[in-house]
C-alpha cells in the first residue's frame, strides 16, 4: 500500500509539472498574438496617446502658474517710467514684469531676434497696418478683452477680418484749432451775414467756408488781421499742406477701395492714384490762403512758427497744426488765448457726409499679444495692459508720468491730461464721428511730398494752374512709388 501511495504520489506530481508547462506555453502564445494586435492598430493607438498628449498639454496651460512676463518697450526716453510701473505691478500682483528696451532705431531688428529665443517677448509693439504685415504671425486676436472694449474709437485698432490684432495706446491728432473768444464775438455780431451763433453748428465745408468769408469781411470788428494764420509755405514749413492735409483727400480715396481693411494697406497697394478727392483739397486750402493774415506773395516766407505766434498772440481766430502745438503756444511770449478757449474743428473739404468726420488721429504706437506663448501668459500679459490702463496707479502714471493721450474710455475727467488739445482730441473720439486715420503712412517717399509741397507754392504765387498741381501729385506717386 505504501509503494501504491508512493507511486500515486509520483504520478500526480508529473501530471502538475506538465500542466504546469502547458500553462506556460499558452501563455507565451498569448503575449505574441496581442503583440501582433498592436502593431495592426498602431495608427488608433498614436492618434489616442496624441489626444492624450493634446489634452495633457491644454490642461497644463491651464493650470500653468505665470510669474513673470516679458515687455519690449519701444521707446528709451520712457524706460525708466515702465521699469517704475513694472515694480509696482509686481508688488500689487506678484507677477514680474520684464522690460527690455530697444536702443533707438532699432527695434525692429530687436524684435526679430527677441522673438526667435526661448524666452521671447510676451507684449511688443507694431507699427500699424504696415507692421502687423510684418508679424500677423505672431498677433494674437484681442477682439474679446477688455483693452479692445476700453477703446474710445475701435475704428483705430489694427484688424483684419473680424479679428483685432493692435490696440493704440497713445494717440495724437490735428485738425483747425480755433480760438473759441474770437468765435463768440463773432457770433454776437449784430450784423453778421449768417444764422450759425455756435461753432456747434459748424460741421461741413459750406458752413465753415460761410463762417470763414463772413469774419473775413468783419475782420476789424473782431480785431483780427485774418481769420487763418499765415499758410506757411517757406522750404521745410510745408509738413501742414504736403502731409496732413493732403492725407484727408488720399484717406477717402483709399477709404473707397473696398479690396482692403484700411486706408494705410490700399495706399501702400497703390502704384498710381487718381487724386479724386483733389478738388477737396483745394476747397479748404484756397479757404485757408484767401483768408490769412499774410499776403499770398508772403506765404514762402513763412514758417509754422509765425503762424502760432500769430494765433497766439490774438491775431488770428484760426490755426490746423495738432495737439502738440499747445507747447508752442504757450510759450510764446505775450501769449493771450486763454486755456479754455483753445478748441479743434474737424477739417472739412466738402466730401459727402462729412458731418460725421472727426478729427485726423492717428499713432505708430500699437500693443501685441505675442500668439506664440502659452494661453496662461497671453493672459497674464492682457492683465498687465489692462490694469495700466484702467487702474488708479497705472492711469497716472498713464497721464502724469508717461505723458500719454490714452484712446480709452476708463479715464475720468480729472485722469486727463490737462494740456486742452490733448483733452480736445479725446473728447472728438467720444463723439458719434469717425476719426480719419492717418493715412500719410503709405506716402512713397518724402520726395513725393517735397514736389507736392512745391507745386503748392507755385499755384499760391500764381505761377501754376491746380490742374498741374494735381498732374504733378499724380506723376509723383507713380515715379515714386516705381523707384
Known sequence: MRKLSKLLAILLTLVMVAGALTACGGGDKEKDTSKTTDNSGSEDKKDEASNEETSNDDSASNDETVDEIYYLNFKPEIAEVYNQIAADYEAETGIKVKVVTAASGTYEQTLKSEVAKSDPPTIFQINGPVGYESWKDYTLDLKDTDLYSYLSDKTLAVT???????????????????????????????????????????????????????????????????????????????????????????????????????????????DEIGFTY?????????????????????????????????????????????????????GVDGNIVAAEDIKFLPIYTGVAGEEKQGLCVGTENYFAVNSKVSPAKQQASIDFIEWLFSSAKGKDYVTNQLGFIAPFTTFEDNEKPADPLAREVLAWMEKDVESVAWTFAAFPSEEFKNYFGDALLEYVQGGMAWDDVATIVKDSWKSEKAK
Do not use: C
Not at 278 to 303: M, P, T
Open 278 to 330: 483733389g478738388n477737396n483739397f483745394r476747397n479748404i486750402f484756397d479757404l485757408y490762403v484767401n483768408n490769412s493774415a499774410s499776403q499770398k506773395g508772403l506765404l514762402g516766407s513763412k514758417s509754422v512758427n509765425d503762424s502760432m505766434a500769430e494765433f497766439a498772440l490774438g491775431q488770428v481766430a484760426m490755426v490746423q497744426n495738432g495737439n502738440w502745438a499747445w507747447s508752442q503756444i504757450n
Open 160 to 270: 483684419s477680418g473680424d479679428g483685432v490684432y493692435g490696440i493704440p495706446y497713445v494717440v495724437e491728432g490735428y485738425g483747425i484749432i480755433y480760438n473759441n473768444a474770437i468765435m463768440e464775438k463773432y457770433f454776437a455780431l449784430g450784423d453778421k451775414a449768417t444764422d450759425i451763433t455756435s461753432m456747434d453748428q459748424v460741421n461741413n465745408f459750406a458752413t465753415l467756408q460761410a463762417v470763414v468769408e463772413d469774419m473775413t469781411a468783419q475782420a476789424d470788428a473782431l480785431g483780427i488781421k485774418g481769420v487763418f494764420a499765415s499758410t506757411s509755405l517757406g522750404a521745410g514749413e510745408q509738413w501742414r499742406w504736403q502731409t496732413h492735409l493732403a492725407n484727408i483727400p488720399l484717406y477717402y480715396e483709399f477709404n473707397d477701395n473696398s479690396a482692403f481693411d484700411n486706408s494705410v494697406l490700399a495706399g501702400l497697394a497703390a
